[in-house]
């Protein structure tokens, strides 16, 4: 007599990974400020905005001086309470000055997660704004005027009075811009490997490399993602299906050869949840065990 036997033995069958894809969105500390330019009679006065490199009496990034060319970001970061840039003045493309400029927006954070409104972009801001403009010379002076944006907009614009220079009081106006970064990566259970695809926008967007990291669980509400490549090891913290944290990138200015546009807030939203405990998989050490998907097992036929 034939009888058939399906041995479903789950502890001796390898285990297979079953890669889980996870939404990332982020918001960056630092804005974009496009050129200012003036005209003084028949000459043209522009002013560039460049990575702040805490130091006015040097030339800030970067400036090749073999190619009589300069380099720049466009960044305006925020350190402390203020935002902070380096700038080159130029009259008809021939350098006049450089240094450095302290801007106080005001520090509005309306919905309290720690970066300022200037920076989201559902935000709309229309504020005043005072701070001070230091030149490699040992000159220095004031700086007071407006910044707008739109809700629903990355892009805004500044109205600065820059005051006592050597051509007297200029109107520096122009676009600027507040940066968001969004992506995916796919994990891993069984290795707990994960792997990042990402791009970052100001006025237009730029791709990253992908690169692959491990992470660590550390307890439901907890996760580390170790570093590797941009990203500094980061500890996330879980607030329902979205895991946060302020983080600290190598580089995040993807068309510059220095460092710049580091510190961003990030946001990993994790819809998965196999046992439906309201835990998403990515911190859920119930869920780690190792999920399997079962291979064909032989028909035992006596």
């Not at 710049?260 to 309201?278: A, V």
Request: glycine share 8%; with cysteine.
């Amino acid at each position: 007599m034939k009888n058939l036997i399906f041995t479903l033995i789950l502890g001796l069958v390898p285990a297979f990974a079953i890669a889980e894809t996870v939404s990332i969105s982020g918001k960056s500390y630092s804005l974009g400020l496009d050129a200012a330019l003036v005209y003084m009679g028949k000459d043209q006065v522009k002013f560039l905005f460049t990575t702040y490199d805490e130091n006015r009496y040097t030339y800030p990034y970067y400036f090749d001086a073999t190619h009589a060319t300069i380099y720049y970001s466009r960044e305006m970061k925020k350190i402390g309470s203020s935002y902070y840039t380096d700038y080159y003045c130029l009259i008809n493309g021939s350098i006049q000055d450089y240094g450095e400029i302290s801007i106080n927006l005001g520090s509005i954070d309306s919905d309290n997660n720690g970066i300022d409104d200037i920076c989201e972009s559902f935000a709309s801001v229309n504020t005043s704004v005072t701070g001070n403009w230091y030149s490699h010379s040992g000159k220095s002076g004031a700086i007071s005027g407006t910044i707008i944006k739109n809700s629903n907009s990355q892009h805004g614009y500044y109205n600065l009075l820059i005051k006592n220079t050597w051509a007297g009081d200029i109107a520096a106006t122009g676009d600027l811009y507040a940066g968001t970064l969004s992506g995916t990566a796919s994990y891993s259970n069984i290795d707990q490997s994960i792997a990042f695809e990402y791009s970052t926008t100001f006025d237009t967007e730029r791709n990253a490399d992908p690169f692959q990291t491990f992470f660590e669980i550390v307890d439901d509400n907890t996760v580390r993602i170790i570093g590797k490549a941009f990203l500094h090891t980061t500890t996330l913290i879980r607030y329902g299906n979205k895991y946060s944290a302020t983080v600290l990138l190598s580089d995040g200015g993807l068309d510059t050869f220095w460092p710049d546009y580091q510190k961003w807030y990030i946001e990993i939203e994790d819809n998965n949840d196999i046992d439906k405990d309201g835990i998403p998989d990515l911190s859920d050490k119930q869920d780690n065990r190792k999920k399997v998907s079962l291979p064909f097992l032989p028909l035992v036929l006596e």
